[in-house]
């Protein structure tokens, strides 16, 4: 049976600040969340950070939790930061407000983006070293905010957007001070793109991944089910034995698909990527945090 890649011993430690990406739909918000909920056991609290409505970090959250679940809101976001920049909320709300200012900032979305990133910025400060996990745009996107402080500094040069981008240049874009989780599913071709952002990650944002999650990987089957399988579909009768041909068609996909991962993963190093993957196994149902919390912790991935 292939195993599972071991490109680094163990796991580094995170730092304070999470940044989570990945494709949609890969399971990043519940992962986010996992992450949140297992500092917080640890810890006695976390942060965790949504854009949006919340809604989906809310649910995965449930009741009782420990996290406290910070929403970022594009609009009230630049607003605090330009009020930053101004040093007047009510200016803030003026200048955000003009007809002509609100169309230049529908055209230049990055100064948005800017506003949200330090907005976690300012949840970090008031964290008093509580972990705060981010919930990231999704893989290109996500890969673009991260290059943005830099491109914003190196394009202003002075003045108070340089020294915002250059704030959060020191505050968000340095493994020091943040780490970088990607989330990914076992299927080939989403598993090369995300190789692919993690090499991005490395060679464009000098953040190389901390952690690269494989959601629903497929566990490993024992070593004589196949056969077993096979021996069911040559033995039984005509109904019997057509349902044992389809198990063995599914054990036999399986395996294939679990090998097929383990290839794409153990082939990382070509595209930059050398890091020990951790292989979150399928669920019964869609896990929620404090199941995720719980695998994090007892893999010491935490």
Same mark, same amino acid.
């Given at each position: 049976m292939a195993e599972a890649p071991t490109a680094a011993e163990g796991f580094p430690p995170l730092s304070p600040i999470v940044l989570v990406t990945g494709k949609g739909g890969v399971g990043k918000t519940t992962l986010a969340a996992g992450l949140a909920e297992a500092a917080a056991r640890r810890?006695?609290?976390?942060?965790?950070?949504?854009?949006?409505?919340?809604?989906?970090?809310?649910?995965?959250?449930?009741?009782?939790?420990?996290?406290?679940?910070?929403?970022?809101?594009?609009?009230?976001?630049?607003?605090?930061?330009?009020?930053?920049?101004?040093?007047?909320?009510?200016?803030?709300?003026?200048?955000?407000?003009?007809?002509?200012?609100?169309?230049?900032?529908?055209?230049?979305?990055?100064?948005?983006?800017?506003?949200?990133?330090?907005?976690?910025?300012?949840?970090?400060?008031?964290?008093?070293?509580?972990?705060?996990?981010?919930?990231?745009?999704?893989?290109?996107?996500?890969?673009?905010?991260?290059?943005?402080?830099?491109?914003?500094?190196?394009?202003?040069?002075?003045?108070?957007?340089?020294?915002? %981008?250059?704030?959060?240049?020191?505050?968000?874009?340095?493994? %020091?001070?943040? %780490?970088?989780?990607?989330?990914?599913?076992?299927?080939?071709?989403?598993?090369?793109?995300?190789?692919?952002?993690?090499?991005?990650?490395?060679?464009?944002?000098?953040?190389?991944?901390?952690?690269?999650?494989?959601?629903?990987?497929?566990?490993?089957?024992?070593?004589?089910?196949?056969?077993?399988?096979?021996?069911?579909?040559?033995?039984?009768?005509?109904?019997?034995?057509?349902?044992?041909?389809?198990?063995?068609?599914?054990?036999?996909?399986?395996?294939?698909?679990?090998?097929?991962?383990?290839?794409?993963?153990?082939?990382?190093? %070509?595209?930059?990527?050398?890091?020990?993957?951790?292989?979150?196994?399928?669920?019964?149902?869609?896990?929620?945090?404090?199941?995720?919390?719980?695998?994090?912790?007892?893999?010491?991935?935490?």
């Open positions: 810890d006695g609290g976390a942060v965790l950070v949504e854009f949006g409505d919340g809604d989906s970090g809310a649910r995965v959250l449930g009741r009782g939790s420990k996290v406290r679940h910070e929403v970022v809101e594009p609009r009230t976001a630049l607003e605090m930061s330009v009020g930053r920049l101004l040093g007047s909320k009510m200016l803030a709300k003026v200048f955000t407000g003009n007809f002509a200012v609100r169309r230049m900032l529908r055209a230049a979305p990055a100064l948005r983006e800017l506003a949200m990133l330090d907005a976690v910025g300012v949840i970090a400060d008031a964290a008093k070293g509580r972990r705060v996990v981010v919930d990231m745009p999704a893989t290109g996107h996500g890969l673009a905010w991260m290059r943005l402080p830099m491109q914003m500094r190196d394009l202003f040069g002075s003045g108070g957007l340089y020294e915002l %981008s250059e704030r959060l240049v020191r505050r968000l874009v340095v493994p %020091s001070a943040c %780490s970088v989780v990607v989330v990914t599913l076992p299927e080939r071709m989403v598993l090369q793109e995300t190789l692919e952002l993690c090499g991005a990650l490395q060679r464009e944002v000098g953040m190389p991944p901390a952690r690269l999650v494989v959601n629903r990987f497929p566990a490993e089957l024992p070593p004589d089910a196949i056969a077993q399988a096979r021996a069911l579909a040559a033995s039984s009768g005509a109904g019997a034995g057509e349902a044992a041909e389809q198990l063995v068609a599914l054990l036999e996909a399986r395996e294939s698909a679990r090998a097929e991962a383990l290839a794409t993963l153990r082939d990382a190093p %070509s595209v930059g990527v050398a890091l020990r993957p951790l292989l979150l196994p399928v669920a019964a149902g869609d896990p929620n945090a404090a199941q995720v919390a719980e695998w994090l912790l007892r893999e010491d991935a935490a």
